[in-house]
């Protein structure tokens, strides 16, 4: 594996729910993971023979749908990210992925660690994609006051609704 000169980070793993395998070819490729209201993509990078090195970076909900729907190269997700910086984690395979991660500003990327300037996504939107690149369910709070008003333009308008109201 490339010998990376980067500086350490803690990093919570466990608050990470996985949403989809976004690229899967004889093992995850790419995958997305949310927490709260955060989205994150692990691209696999390089290994050797004990670990997987995997990049770890944020993105918006809005670029992630831009790739997911062909707008935008994951190599603009990569570069572009709202942090200016990427994670590395060297995962074997076995237990958790390690509590602290080697971090390194998007312009000491190695070279072959990037994507290629046009990787646009090229793959089945999967139900499991759907549901995070577009939600079904929405909160909103409509003050007592106005519920009325609310249910009945919700009825006019044919919209079904779960609410409850307290």
């Known amino acids: 594996m490339t010998t990376l000169e980067t500086f350490s980070l803690p990093f919570d793993f466990s608050k990470m729910k996985k949403a989809a395998d976004l690229i ?5 490729l790419l995958a ?3 927490s709260e209201n955060d989205y994150y993509l692990f691209l696999w990078a390089d290994c050797n023979e ?3 090195r995997w990049m770890i970076f ?6 992630l749908s831009s790739y997911i729907y062909g ?5 603009d997700l990569v570069v572009n990210n709202p942090d200016g910086f ?3 984690a060297d995962y074997s395979g076995q237990g958790k ?13 190695p070279e072959d660690y990037l994507p290629d300037e046009d990787s646009y996504f090229e793959f089945e939107i999967t139900d499991e994609i759907k549901n995070v690149i577009s939600p079904k369910n929405y909160k909103i709070s409509v003050p007592e006051k106005e519920q009325s008003l609310f249910f009945t333009l919700m009825d006019k308008l044919g919209w079904k ?6």
């Not at 609704?161 to 307290?166: N, R």
Request: charge should be positive; hydrophobic fraction near 40%.
């Open 24 to 28: 899967y070819e004889n093992g995850t």
């Open 32 to 34: 997305l993971y949310v």
């Open 50 to 52: 004990t670990f997987n």
């Open 58 to 63: 944020r993105t918006t909900l809005k670029d």
């Open 71 to 75: 707008k935008m190269p994951l190599y």
């Open 86 to 88: 990427v994670r590395f």
């Open 97 to 109: 992925f390690p509590s602290e991660t080697l971090s390194l500003p998007v312009k000491k990327i």
């Open 161 to 166: 609704s779960t609410a409850a109201v307290w």
